[in-house]
């Protein structure tokens, strides 16, 4: 039974992409974001307190990415893409919960 062009191309839309890398966050956005939500600390303060732990956290997922399973990577990944500001300390604490978890 020949498969036609249009059953393949609706079939590819199917398919989940994994996070193959470590994704791309604007933390400086994120974190002037999430600063002007807080109260407390001066803005600079906050703001490079803040950027700081993004970076700290991003090279540690840099470091482990490949440890961690690929649909965990998918799942956690998503998550952070849905509203709000994407952060990398919890994209790492995604993980490793789900590690903790099995």
Wanted: with cysteine.
């Amino acid at each position: 039974m020949p498969i036609s062009i249009s059953m393949i191309m609706l079939s590819s839309q199917l398919v989940m992409p994994v996070a193959d890398g470590v994704p791309k966050f604007d933390i400086a956005r994120s974190c002037k974001l999430d600063v002007a939500a807080t109260a407390g600390l001066s803005v600079d303060q906050s703001t490079k307190s803040c950027i700081n732990d993004e970076r700290g956290a991003r090279q540690k997922l840099v470091a482990q990415w490949s440890k961690f399973p690929a649909a965990s990577r998918a799942s956690c990944v998503s998550q952070e893409s849905i509203g709000g500001t994407p952060s990398y300390v919890s994209l790492l604490t995604c993980l490793q919960m789900g590690q903790w978890a099995r």
